[in-house]
Nanobody
Framework: QVQLVESGGGLVQAGGSLRLSCAAS????????MGWFRQAPGKEREFVAA????????YYGDSVKGRFTISRDNAKNTVYLQMNNLKPEDTAVYYC???????????????WGQGTQVTVSS
């Protein structure tokens, strides 16, 4: 079965950086668009970033543009989220998702990992 395992979360001070990883198995990784969402307590799940499998086109949520970078390593079946200049409002559980296309990712209709906690202190 499909498994997505996130890692790299933790506690960081405002202005700091973290890199999240998501290791995928059980799917043909280089045919899936990969994405990240986040969910803060009491809030809806929010789109963060996505990267397509073919032309490696990237998409970002407005709140993270210019600070976060998504990338993928098809040889390692892994997608990354480099987060720089973190702010307290970035505090959330970050989820990895995999789907056949960007629209499916953004509709939240793909496969999901269990999430990793990111906490940014002020």
């Amino acid at each position: 079965q499909v498994q997505l395992v996130e890692s790299g979360g933790g506690l960081v001070q405002a202005g700091g950086s973290l890199r999240l990883s998501c290791a995928a198995s059980g799917l043909t990784f280089n045919t899936y668009t990969m994405g990240w969402f986040r969910q803060a307590p009491g809030k809806e799940r929010e789109f963060v970033a996505a990267i397509t499998w073919g032309d490696l086109r990237t998409y970002y949520g407005d709140s993270v543009k210019g600070r976060f970078t998504i990338s993928r390593d098809n040889a390692k079946n892994t997608v990354y989220l480099q987060m720089n200049n973190l702010k307290p409002e970035d505090t959330a559980v970050y989820y990895c998702t995999a789907a056949r296309g960007i629209s499916t990712v953004q509709r939240m209709s793909g496969y999901w990992g269990q999430g990793t906690q990111v906490t940014v202190s002020s």
